[in-house]
T-cell receptor, first 111, second 110 residues
Framework: DGGITQSPKYLFRKEGQNVTLSCEQNLNHDAMYWYRQDPGQGLRLIYYSQIVNDFQKGDIAEGYSVSREKKESFPLTVTSAQKNPTAFYLC??????????FGEGSWLTVV | RKEVEQDPGPFNVPEGATVAFNCTYSNSASQSFFWYRQDCRKEPKLLMSVYSSGNEDGRFTAQLNRASQYISLLIRDSKLSDSATYLCVVLYSSASKIIFGSGTRLSIRP
């Protein structure tokens, strides 16, 4: 079955560490997205990519970095420059038949 | 001003009630619209697309008003299981960006 796989589901980060969240899709989608969600808040766009080797900043890109070396993969690195990284992170790809496909999300906590 | 705005709620209504949410968008180039449902600590799931002519799916009705730049979701005969956060989603015509509203929390009480 086609879909999006995000990992890890839970991740702990120490102060000053970089961590990378994985997002893989086998839906043959060109577009992929990363969103951040804080408790009780909506989804905010971090980065998006429409094609391999190209990506654009979203509304809250500071402190994050991405790469798109392969169509299937769009990893997100939360750098030490992100001062408040504790949040729920969602990867998405789309649009197929007017549907956005989401991964199951990753919970990042700073310890 | 946010590109997509929703009333955050929470809406707390009794079972069986009818409830309506609105969502406004600022970019007239926006082309496609959706309502997503998100349960606590889960990823959003598509509830329904929103078409210009309006569309209905069981107890749910979605409307689009391009002139006033808003979409709406009406839930009739609400069930306990309808309790969730409802996200309004707008896709720009270039399909380069998907923008989510901040969500409206709905709580149905027995």
């Amino acid at each position: 079955d086609g879909g999006i796989t995000q990992s890890p589901k839970y991740l702990f980060r120490k102060e000053g560490q970089n961590v990378t969240l994985s997002c893989e899709q086998n839906l043959n989608h060109d577009a992929m997205y990363w969103y951040r969600q804080d408790p009780g808040q909506g989804l905010r766009l971090i980065y998006y990519s429409q094609i391999v080797n190209d990506f654009q900043k979203g509304d809250i890109a500071e402190g994050y970095s991405v790469s798109r070396e392969k169509k299937e993969s769009f990893p997100l690195t939360v750098t030490s420059a992100q001062k408040n990284p504790t949040a729920f992170y969602l990867c998405a790809s789309g649009i197929s038949r007017n549907t956005i496909y989401f991964g199951e999300g990753s919970w990042l906590t700073v310890v | 001003r946010k590109e997509v705005e929703q009333d955050p709620g929470p809406f707390n209504v009794p079972e069986g009630a009818t409830v309506a949410f609105n969502c406004t968008y600022s970019n007239s180039a926006s082309q496609s619209f959706f309502w997503y449902r998100q349960d606590c600590r889960k990823e959003p799931k598509l509830l329904m697309s929103v078409y210009s002519s309006g569309n209905e799916d069981g107890r749910f009705t979605a409307q689009l008003n391009r002139a006033s730049q808003y979409i709406s979701l009406l839930i009739r005969d609400s069930k306990l299981s309808d309790s969730a956060t409802y996200l309004c989603v707008v896709l720009y015509s270039s399909a380069s960006k998907i923008i989510f509203g901040s969500g409206t929390r709905l709580s149905i009480r027995p």
